[in-house]
């Protein structure tokens, strides 16, 4: 066990910067997402991290110990570190037990020890009954536990996911999520876990690290990234978001149309005038009620969709300008009907216009 | 050295009927010196193009025979391989040779230029026709072999050509086969020798006919037994008297107008490992042993004094040789016309 | 105090950071070492030579000068070019299909096929041209004989001594390399690929040509470039078929340069440089289209094999199927047979004329024979398993991109296949008589110079092999702790076990037939079975041409037959271990 330490970890593959400075603590026994679109880095990181690539620039540490800079790798097999594909990679040409046992045997481990490890470590990902089976006669989601057991049975310091659940369908990725958070409750092994699934993301990691571009955007808790999103993009890229535009007229306010929507301030912007977003959750949208003076905007429905647990509304407030409301499904509100929108200030946040391509 | 002289007195007390019984010539005494010398030596490298795989192979065990206590390795190539190989042992400091055959003079004109073969005078040259002793006057190649180049035909052909210049008659049209001078020496000799016969109007009147080029000489025998043509020009006769001899359906005609001599030569390269066993076997050549074995495979032989297969003599049949002071650039010329007239 | 257990770590991560360099740098080391003799040494004298005069022996531009000059230069190597792209074509258009049928179908007598098209592949080409002139000259082949008296015309149906007849006899015999990379490749192919398409409505050709032939494209394009490059270099079948039309082709020109006083040696060198660059091209145009495709088929999911079924069509299928096996094998050995049981060939198959004297002469009677058969399948053996493991070690380090520069290290390895085997031989006696490193007349001197000529295909095997394997397999072995010699060792190697045979026999195969790079090399005791028979054919002893190909074909047939079963064994067993697995 050990806890993960990097530092202005950056990747260039010729002209094009895949990893851009970026700094991260992961404590011992933690379990961190790395969470991004693809092309955000997340996988250059997890490469680097294995040792399967050199650093341009930066380190990273684990327990303390230098395993990766620019001037040396610790070669993977040398690093306790293992890794479970997003492929799977479970050899084909060994069973279920060998695959398993392969990290072991190598370790030269007294035959006594090494069927309990092997032992422990299929009962783990509960696959003692098909041990003898070759990879061609299991599902996805049996070959992902194979890879899962494989990477447990030795031991390591940490463990890296790599998109483990993207190949599986969607019962099943859901049932995994669950199980591999099982499993590192049980082990404890400091975990990397790359993903591009929000909902993976919150529900198995303590932390969640949003990337983009190569940079980290937001290290946080999963409330803290849902409810405190430090720009735009992680507001847009976790959950359902409103990202309506509008000009900066003071600190805590933006100006949409002849409206002026109170809001926190989160856009570190300095001077007044500039073009800003409010960002508001469609489940925190109220509509038709009165709800004081403040952030009360007139618009018309444009869209109403009937999800079962919730209704989906689209409301066109400004010219080109939509928002949407999760409302109860109880309120029926009709296409071309108007209606009023409470965007209640404690839900609002002001950010600066997102950049596709930000500056590092 | 004293097993040695008994085995010479035993030899030569057993005389002359014994000896001959066995076909086995008595070593003579020049020989004696000289394979005392190549035994010290141990080893001989045979690198001979002359005469085909089964008959070069016979002469080999019949050496290996005579002359005990050498060890004997024989290279069969083709003439050509066998010439540009020791031209790049030469080249490399690397000769192996010790005594190489090969089918074409110019071969020998080019080692002697550059100094790569040895003077010597074989001990029992005498015993060669005449006209093809010291052929080189500084003795550094000598006779290899004798090759006749003539006609052939299939046994279906009643009256086949009996000269050079009946091979344009009208029945022989799409009948011809024949070889390239760009790839046989011999086929390159007898176009030398047709157009000092001749000249290049032969040449224009045989493309008419139109021959069937193939590569080597050796290729007629094969269209002809395949009936592919009736007719071989430039033909082997050797090859064509033992495929004949072997019950195919094939015949030799040697035309009126001079059956074409090419003589096969050898030489002991100036770098030999094992010069005195070159010399040894060069000397072997003329011996009785190989003559019978020549005439058996119904080659000319070396010797006056042995007969060809089925009784035939070098003065038996009408032959020219290409005189040799211009022949490299004869040959080079009568390539380049025979690529420009026949294609 | 908190501070020590991380130091220790990290010495011990120190230790396995120095070790595994120094092994990657030893092995690296080694290998270079090894192509600079086996590849850069021979290639650079045919270079250095090629800058050399034939008369004077100095240095000269004039060779290249008139190589540009003279046109009647250039016309061979239209010719081959012509040649060259013609067999390409063909033998795709012939192979790939028949690849299909072999491995993805349920058409009949496939085991049948498979073996006849190894068995073309094991044909020396100039006794394949043999074999069809005694089929197809077009007065006297019996093919023509059987169409004048059935048709009572007086035209021959064939005429053999034509370019058409070239091509064909080179294509039929260059099939097997398309055939046999295509078919390995689609035998590991996954079957849900073919049956996604099959899903959505497309039918059992157009998924063929639509799914499964793309996905294989990096065979294809491997097998048509090692078909073009047997069309650049074959020397045998443009000299017995081209000759007689007065048409020159690159290696019969060769030869020409060969026959001169003194031999043009270095004109030759320089006229093979042409040749370097029309291949160069063509890899480069590989490249091109295969391009960032991704074509790793064997990934961490397993796959089943299953048959495509052919119902009504499987008769069309065979028939196309036959074509190969019977053209390039039964009807030439037909003939080659019949001659080697004769007597006097001339007088045809009547039963006074057999006789099975060439064949109790080879084996039992004749040294030269027997020797060189020993040595033939020795060499064979030795210099394909060594181009295996170089040309696997250059592949992986290609394809792993492990070293910068790989890729010249591909392109070197390369270069061998397109240089006639003629020329190669004369570079290897420049490279290998000198001191220190003489290795005139042994056996190490024709095992280096057929492990450098074939390693361009051990080498591009291999590489089409580790593409199709994931490098993730790998990593996953690299991150459980495995070494990168271990991860190689348990996981690479036994995952392209399959493909390796395939690759093994696709190097042995042409090893033991080939004959122009061992012309110079040979010695009385380390003669080969072609060099054999092409005195034996110098000699005009076709009865003993023909048995001794006979030979050649049934030795080579059983080493074939003999890794067939090794791999099929394994394959078996390893089934069996499986469904034993699976039982409850």
């Given at each position: 066990m050990s806890d993960i330490d990097i530092r202005q970890l950056s990747k260039s593959y010729g002209a094009y910067q895949a990893l851009k400075s970026i700094d991260l603590h992961i404590p011992d026994g933690a379990l961190l997402a790395l969470l991004g679109p693809s092309g955000c880095g997340k996988s250059t990181t997890l490469q680097l991290l294995a040792g399967f690539d050199t650093p341009s620039g930066g380190e990273i540490r684990a327990g303390g110990e230098l395993i990766s800079s620019p001037q040396r790798v610790v070669p993977p097999e040398r690093r306790g570190i293992s890794l479970v594909f997003q492929n799977y990679a479970v050899w084909p040409h060994k069973t279920v037990a060998e695959n398993v046992a392969f990290g072991l045997k190598l370790r030269k481990l007294p035959r006594a020890e090494l069927d309990a490890r092997l032992s422990k470590a299929l009962e783990a990902v509960r696959l003692t009954p098909l041990r003898e089976r070759y990879p061609f006669e299991l599902s996805g989601g049996q070959q992902q536990r194979v890879a899962l057991a494989r990477a447990l049975a030795v031991e390591p310091r940490i463990l890296l996911l790599d998109?483990?659940?993207?190949?599986?369908d969607a019962h099943l990725r859901e049932e995994m999520r669950f199980e591999i958070r099982r499993v590192h409750d049980e082990l404890g092994i400091t975990t990397v876990y790359v993903t591009h699934d929000q909902g993976e993301a919150l529900v198995t990691a303590d932390e969640v690290a949003v990337m983009k571009g190569g940079i980290v955007q937001q290290l946080g808790s999963p409330e803290d990234i849902f409810e405190?999103?430090?720009?735009a993009f992680v507001a847009s890229f976790i959950g359902s978001n409103n990202e309506i535009p509008g000009r900066r007229e003071a600190p805590g306010q933006l100006r949409i149309g002849d409206t002026l929507l109170h809001a926190e301030d989160r856009s570190g912007l300095p001077g007044i005038g500039t073009k800003a977003v409010l960002c508001i959750r469609p489940s925190r949208v109220r509509l038709g009620e009165a709800g004081g003076d403040a952030n009360m905007l007139n618009g018309v429905v444009r869209r109403s969709a009937y999800l079962g647990e919730y209704r989906d509304v689209l409301i066109e407030i400004a010219a080109n300008t939509n928002v949407r409301a999760f409302v109860s499904p109880h309120i029926r509100p009709q296409p071309g009907e108007p209606v009023r929108v409470h965007l209640p200030p404690e839900h609002c946040q002001i950010f600066a216009v997102p950049d596709d391509a930000p500056a590092s | 050295m004293a097993a040695f002289s008994r085995r010479h007195v035993l030899m030569g007390g057993a005389a002359g009927l014994a000896a001959s019984a066995l076909r086995i010539t008595p070593v003579s005494a020049a020989d004696d010196e000289l394979y005392a010398a190549a035994k010290k030596e141990g080893a001989l490298n045979l690198y001979w193009g002359s005469y085909e795989q089964k008959t070069i192979e016979e002469i080999r065990d019949a050496f290996k025979a005579k002359y005990p206590g050498i060890e004997v390795s024989l290279l069969r190539q083709a003439s050509q391989t066998i010439f540009t190989r020791l031209r790049l042992e030469i080249q490399n400091d690397a000769v192996q040779c010790d005594s190489i055959g090969t089918t074409n003079l110019l071969h020998y004109k080019d080692l002697q230029k550059i100094g790569a073969i040895q003077p010597f005078k074989p001990s029992n040259i005498d015993m060669v026709p005449e006209a093809f002793r010291g052929i080189d006057p500084e003795n550094t190649y000598h006779v290899g072999a004798i090759s006749l180049t003539t006609i052939n035909q299939s046994t279906s052909v009643t009256a086949p050509p009996a000269s050079w210049t009946a091979l344009l008659d009208a029945p022989w049209a799409n009948q011809i086969t024949t070889g390239s001078p760009a790839f046989s020496g011999d086929v390159a000799s007898w176009v030398v020798a047709i157009r000092k016969k001749y000249g290049d109007d032969f040449l224009r009147a045989f493309a008419k006919q139109k021959p069937k080029v193939g590569q080597s000489n050796v290729d007629t025998v094969t269209d002809i037994l395949s009936g592919e043509r009736k007719v071989g020009s430039a033909a082997p006769f050797s090859y064509s008297l033992t495929q004949q001899a072997a019950g195919n359906p094939i015949g030799v005609t040697v035309p009126s107008d001079d059956a074409i001599l090419n003589l096969g030569l050898t030489a002991v390269p100036t770098k030999a490992p094992h010069p005195n066993a070159g010399k040894l076997f060069t000397d072997f050549l003329y011996s009785v042993e190989v003559s019978n074995i020549l005439a058996k495979n119904f080659w000319p032989t070396l010797r006056t004094d042995v007969p060809w297969a089925e009784g035939r003599t070098l003065e038996s049949i009408k032959w020219y040789r290409n005189p040799v002071d211009n022949l490299s650039a004869e040959v080079a010329e009568g390539i380049a016309k025979w690529k420009e007239i026949i294609g | 105090m908190a501070s020590s257990p991380p130091m220790s770590a990290a010495r011990s991560a120190s230790v396995g950071y120095r070790r595994h360099h120094a092994f990657r740098l030893v092995v690296l080391v080694i290998l270079l070492a090894v192509l600079a003799l086996l590849i850069v040494q021979p290639l650079g004298w045919i270079v250095f030579n090629s800058f050399h005069d034939d008369d004077t022996g100095r240095w000269t531009l004039r060779n290249y000068a008139q190589i540009f000059a003279s046109t009647s230069l250039w016309a061979p190597l239209f010719n081959s070019l012509l040649l060259a792209t013609a067999v390409a074509v063909i033998s795709t258009l012939l192979g790939v299909p028949l690849a299909w049928l072999v491995a993805r179908t349920d058409m009949p007598m496939r085991g049948f096929i498979r073996l006849f098209t190894m068995a073309a592949f094991v044909t020396p080409s100039f006794i394949g041209a043999l074999g069809w002139i005694l089929l197809a000259a077009p007065n006297s082949g019996w093919l023509n004989v059987g169409w004048r008296a059935l048709s009572g015309a007086d035209w021959p149906l064939l005429n053999i001594y034509s370019m058409t007849g070239t091509i064909f006899v080179c294509s039929i015999y260059t099939v097997p390399y398309t055939f046999t990379l295509v078919s390995s490749a689609l035998e590991e192919m996954p079957v849900e690929l073919e049956d996604a398409a099959t899903t959505l409505g497309s039918g059992v050709l157009k998924t063929m040509f639509s799914v499964t032939i793309p996905l294989v494209m990096p065979a294809v394009l491997v097998g048509f470039i090692l078909s073009f490059i047997q069309g650049m270099t074959l020397f045998g079948v443009p000299a017995f078929l081209l000759t007689p039309s007065g048409t020159l082709v690159v290696t019969t020109k060769l030869a020409e340069f060969y026959q001169l006083f003194p031999p043009a040696l270095y004109m030759s060198a320089a006229y093979c440089m042409p040749l370097i660059a029309i291949t160069g091209m063509l890899f480069y145009a590989r490249r091109r289209i295969l391009g960032r495709r991704q074509f790793t088929t064997v990934g961490g999911k397993g796959r089943a094999g299953r048959k495509i079924r052919l119902k009504g069509w499987r008769l069309v299928a065979l028939v196309f199927a036959l074509f190969v096996p019977v053209t390039a094998v039964v009807l030439p050995y037909v003939a080659i047979v019949l001659v080697s049981l004769?007597?006097?060939?001339?007088?045809?198959?009547?039963p006074s004329n057999l006789t099975l004297h060439w064949y109790r002469w080879a084996i039992f009677e004749n040294a030269e024979t027997q020797r060189a058969i020993v040595n033939s399948l020795v060499y064979a053996g030795i210099a394909a398993s060594f181009c295996m493991v170089i040309g696997i070690l250059v592949a992986y380090i290609v394809e792993r991109k492990l070293l910068r520069g790989a890729g010249l290290l591909a392109a070197l390895v390369t270069i061998p296949i397109i240089i006639p085997g003629i020329v190669l031989s004369v570079g290897f006696f420049s490279a290998y008589t000198r001191q220190p490193l003489n290795l005139y007349g042994t056996a190490m001197l024709i095992i280096a110079a057929f492990v450098a000529t074939f390693l361009p295909i051990a080498y591009s095997q291999a590489g089409s092999i580790l593409k199709g394997i994931s490098p993730d397999l790998e990593r996953a072995a690299r991150s459980v702790g495995a070494s990168e010699a271990r991860t190689f060792a348990s996981i690479t190697a036994p995952l392209m076990r399959g493909g390796l045979v395939a690759g093994w026999l696709l190097v042995f195969i042409p090893i033991m037939r080939e004959l122009s790079v061992a012309i110079f090399l040979v010695s009385p005791r380390t003669n080969v079975m072609t060099t054999l028979i092409y005195n034996y054919k110098d000699g005009g002893n076709y009865e003993a041409v023909c048995a001794a190909s006979a030979l050649l074909l049934f030795a080579t047939l059983i080493v074939v037959l003999l890794a067939r079963f090794v791999t099929e064994g394994a394959a078996y067993r390893r089934r069996n271990a499986a469904s034993l697995g699976a039982a409850p």
């Open positions: 998109e483990p659940l993207s190949n599986l405190r999103p430090s720009n | - | 004769s007597r006097a060939w001339g007088l045809g198959p009547v």
